[in-house]
């Protein structure tokens, strides 16, 4: 149902609520186990204004599945500089 959310609302078509679509089908994947596709998706969305905050990417423990995983800490640096 995520990946239907993502796909009915894309980024494209609506700048603001897509992103959040986008960030709530990592958390399934990441949640899921599905690393790679979680990464994938954060990797899009983290370096746009309307991605995940870097405070929520950097703390909360919902993202604690891909934490020592160099590609997530690649995408907690993007949204942290999306962010200034």
């Known amino acids: 149902e995520a990946r239907r959310a993502v796909d009915l609302i ?3 078509k609506d700048s603001w609520l897509g992103p959040g679509f986008v960030t709530n ?5 990441a949640w899921t ?10 990797q899009t969305v983290a370096k746009i204004p309307a991605g995940p905050p870097y405070g929520d990417l950097r703390f909360n423990p919902c993202w604690d599945p891909l ?5 997530f800490d690649k ?3 993007a949204a ?3 962010s200034r």
């Open 33 to 42: 186990g599905e690393r790679d596709l979680a990464i994938e998706q954060l």
């Open 80 to 82: 942290k500089a999306a």
């Open 25 to 29: 089908l990592a958390l399934v994947y």
């Open 10 to 12: 894309p980024i494209a």
């Open 67 to 71: 934490r020592g995983d160099k590609r």
């Open 75 to 77: 995408v907690v640096a």
